[in-house]
């Protein structure tokens, strides 16, 4: 273990918050140090403040990436924490097999896909991340390493899953994984015009298709307004299980200037990619399918040096169309522009995690260039508007969520708190809660 | 070299013997790994078999007890039918200030890092020169390059490990056996756990990537991991000793 202070942004660089002391750890069976308040740290990848411990420590899980067993006849992986999606499906996918929930990157660890109980664009079908987690290895600071599962330690681990790193340190995890024929899917892209096409597309997909999200052009008014594109997918029984597509990677060098990615680019870029989107059927491979931002390194410098602050909510599905409306028309109504905006409706399969974020309903996720007071101004407000619509807010997005808002989103608070592990804490949870 | 080839590794469980194991690991490569803990053992072995190693045995030795080498590589060349590589990649970074206190702990990492490997070497080339084919891959250090005050206990130990294995390749020039020596800079690992990290520092992975290369084109040779080390040495070990001895490196 070793004890080196670096600034360790998180991925929104929205707050910027330095760490104590970042720990290595390399073995799975090492005793945690004594070095609290700590926070185990994966890829850093959440936007806000669940990866951030101000001065604290993180236990940096890089170094956990062993694989502890693949099944590659029943599709039933066990692995450490620290191994990353991305190592994951070089192994997995040549086999015939796929992550049964993956979100939008795979520069996460399988540690934080649980701790944050990840979703993906199959939510309607297959819940969480964590409804498909059988079992996990959680190290405490009292010195215990545990088998949690639904049968083992059930309520601690309810409490690990979307737990977010504060019960202890997930040292291991085992979950089923989904058979596939091919690294390939055969998409269907078509526009939409307001959030009532939306659900109807979402309605008649939920059946037929696995996958299923859409971009929605927050930018958009008048008769354009809420217009987007669905886009629906299958994975398809041809072309082969190589694990990468052969594309050029891009990376942004360097910072963005500020107006980059302020309200009239985003609006003429928004108008582009509605317009020019390639709609209809096509077969793509899964990498730009599920990860089109992993192909773009370092995507956040577009935002300029300040950051961005991300927005994802979930309100329940009768207020839904109502809700999404009104969010959408307060984020017009300022000057403020949302660049990658989705809408996705979630299924009704539970999670067993007490914190769990995912519910049934519809989810819209939002990004912002941090532009200080008027921008938080505004995520207040759609705050205001999710809570009244009875929903709650992501906290692997958030950097700013009041506590209330925290309290009124996740109505299992006080039966997670006894679970949190004394000598764990994280910057999020300070704000939030301590 | 063969898609997957009989590898024996002795340091098993160290950060670049992972590293060197895993893309093997992926084309269905057999493992023979031996490493001091055994724990740790058993969770590279239950690594290298998830990601397809063909088969995996393990022994859990202390490898600073000669003695035991030659039984040792002759388990590795039962259990594996043949050694196709052997990499020595066990080692320990003694602390220099105790060293110069103690000449026990100066004498502790001599006998792991040059005379336990050596030990090794000698062992594999011997029976590899009988076969006319083989390759043992060693990790030494750019510590060994020059004596510097700052870990010449290591530096000592290391480059006299590269002296030993320049004259096996010599002497096995022409046979088929192969001697590579890896040369790596700073390498983000457990033992360098206590090191501030900065741009010269390189992760296993990408030392392993370049052995791994060295390995598959059957080349027998040093190599310096990542390359732009051997630039960097050659500068340091050009300057003259009246103006090296006033620096602090």
């Known amino acids: ?434 | 070299m063969a898609e997957a080839p009989r590898i024996a590794i002795f340091g098993a469980t160290s950060a670049i013997a992972q590293a060197v194991a895993r893309p093997y690991a992926a084309r269905g490569a057999r493992f023979f790994l031996v490493a001091r803990d055994a724990n740790k053992l058993d969770a590279v072995h239950a690594d290298l078999l998830a990601r397809g190693a063909a088969q995996s045995a393990t022994r859990a030795v202390d490898l600073a007890r000669t003695e035991l080498h030659a039984g040792l590589v002759d388990a590795a060349a039962d259990a594996l039918a043949g050694i196709d590589v052997a990499l020595i990649a066990h080692g320990v970074l003694p602390d220099q200030a105790q060293c110069q206190q103690s000449f026990e702990d100066a004498r502790r990492a001599i006998a792991v890092n040059f005379t336990s490997a050596a030990s090794l070497a000698h062992e594999l080339v011997n029976r590899f020169e009988k076969r006319g084919e083989g390759t043992v891959v060693a990790i030494g250090s750019v510590a060994g390059d020059r004596g510097r005050q700052s870990n010449y206990v290591y530096g000592a130990a290391k480059g006299a490990l590269a002296l030993y294995l320049q004259g096996v390749r010599h002497r096995l020039h022409g046979t088929g056996v192969r001697v590579i020596t890896v040369k790596p800079g700073f390498v983000d690992t457990p033992m360098t756990a206590a090191f501030p990290k900065g741009p010269l520092w390189a992760s296993p992975d990408r030392v392993a990537r370049d052995i791994v290369r060295a390995i598959d084109r059957g080349e027998s040779r040093e190599i310096y991991a990542p390359g732009f080390w051997r630039a960097v040495m050659a500068i340091i070990r050009a300057v003259p000793e009246r103006l090296f001895v006033r620096t602090k490196l």
């Not at chain 1, 170094?63 to 191994?83: I, K, W």
């Not at chain 1, 409804?131 to 309810?158: N, Q």
């Not at chain 1, 009532?196 to 008649?204: A, I, K, P, T, V």
């Not at chain 1, 939002?366 to 508007?385: C, K, N, Q, S």
């Open chain 1, 1 to 434: 273990m070793s004890a080196v202070a670096v600034e360790r942004p998180s991925w929104g660089r929205f707050p910027r918050q330095a760490a104590a002391r970042v720990l290595a750890l390399h073995w799975r069976g090492e005793p945690l140090p004594a070095a609290a308040p700590m926070l185990p740290r994966g890829c850093g990848s959440s936007y806000g403040d669940t990866c951030l411990n101000e001065g604290g420590t993180l236990l940096d899980t890089a170094r956990l990436d062993r694989l502890m067993a693949f099944d590659r006849t029943s599709g039933v992986v066990r692995c450490e924490a620290g191994v990353t999606l991305e190592q994951l499906l070089d192994v997995i996918v040549p086999a015939g097999w796929f992550l049964p929930v993956t979100p939008g990157t795979r520069r996460v660890t399988v540690g934080g896909a649980l701790a944050n109980d990840v979703h993906g664009k199959n939510h309607h079908r297959a819940g969480s991340f964590g409804a498909h987690v059988r079992a996990l290895g959680l190290a405490r600071s009292d010195g215990s390493h545990r088998e949690c599962s639904l049968d083992s330690h059930p309520e601690l681990f309810a409490a690990t899953v979307g737990g977010l790193g504060l019960t202890g340190l997930v040292t291991w995890a085992e979950f089923g994984l989904r058979r596939i024929e091919s690294s390939f899917l055969d998409v269907e892209t078509i526009r939409f015009h307001g959030v009532d096409e939306f659900l109807e597309l979402s309605r008649e997909s939920a059946e037929r298709f696995e996958h299923a999200v859409a971009w929605v052009d927050a930018t958009s008014r008048g008769r354009a307004f809420a217009r987007g594109l669905f886009m629906r997918a299958n994975h398809a029984q041809q072309g082969g299980l190589a694990p990468r597509a052969r594309e050029r990677r891009l990376s942004i060098p360097f910072d963005f200037p500020a107006f980059a990615l302020s309200r009239v680019p985003v609006q003429a870029f928004n108008t582009l990619h509605f317009r020019a989107a390639r709609t209809g059927a096509t077969r793509d491979h899964l990498e730009p399918f599920f990860y089109p931002l992993d192909a773009i390194g370092h995507w956040n410098r577009m935002y300029g040096r300040r950051g961005f602050v991300q927005h994802q909510c979930v309100v329940p599905m009768a207020p839904a169309r109502d809700a999404v409306n009104a969010l959408l028309r307060a984020i017009t109504a300022t000057g403020e522009a949302s660049f990658l905006s989705v809408l996705k409706v979630f299924g009704d399969r539970p999670s067993p995690g007490m914190l769990s974020f995912p519910r049934p309903g519809v989810t819209l996720a939002l990004d912002f260039p941090m532009r200080g007071a008027r921008t938080l101004a505004l995520l207040e407000r759609l705050d205001a508007i999710v809570m009244d619509a009875g929903g709650a807010i992501y906290p692997a997005k958030d950097a700013r969520m009041s506590r209330e808002t925290f309290r009124r989103s996740f109505p299992r608070l006080q039966e997670f708190v006894p679970h949190v592990d004394a000598a764990f804490s994280s910057s999020f949870w300070r704000r939030v809660h301590g």
